[in-house]
């Protein structure tokens, strides 16, 4: 098994925000490890796991992480591998906008991407698309992805179409 994708968060009351990222790669068939890295309690944990990610052979670093979510910026700060960050509303969060800042706001030179508040499956369908530049097999996965919900949504269009509801642009 060749992990390819860190999922890390601050703490694991943080696992069920990060869950549909690990669910997403498991369909997709992408190898992924889940573990706890904070950047405040455990420092050295967070440089140590950033650092060796590459060796290690991990891709992407997907870090989720509430209130002042100093986690993605942080770990980008001591790698070169892509991070996604997931800003988690937590119980210390004010609303969650100070996690989406905190990731949002990062200085030039040390780029985070960042998917939208608790939104940890985009944070997975992200690392996917980034392994697919490499990898065909996974990008064609991708494709198939996109393909079947472009086929959910011309079904709802149809469903709603036959319900009688006015619509001249699908006439």
Do not use: C
Request: aromatic share 4%; proline share 5%.
């Amino acid at each position: 098994m060749a992990i390819q994708v860190g999922i890390i968060m601050g703490s694991d009351s943080d696992l069920p925000v990060m869950e549909p990222a690990a669910a997403v790669l498991k369909a997709l068939g992408i190898d992924y490890e889940v573990t706890v890295v904070s950047a405040h309690r455990t420092p050295l944990r967070m440089i140590s796991y950033a650092q060796k990610a590459k060796e290690r052979g991990l891709k992407v670093i997907i870090a989720g992480a509430g209130g002042a979510a100093h986690l993605p910026g942080m770990v980008a700060s001591v790698t070169a591998l892509p991070v996604i960050g997931v800003p988690v509303k937590s119980s210390n969060s004010i609303d969650g906008w100070d996690s989406v800042l905190s990731i949002l706001q990062m200085p030039n030179g040390v780029p985070v991407a960042t998917v939208a508040l608790n939104a940890a499956k985009n944070a997975g369908l992200l690392a996917a698309q980034i392994i697919g530049t490499s990898d065909d097999a996974v990008y064609q996965k991708m494709v198939h992805y996109k393909q079947e919900m472009e086929a959910e949504v011309l079904q709802k269009v149809a469903r709603l179409k036959g319900s009688g509801q006015p619509n001249t642009f699908d006439s």
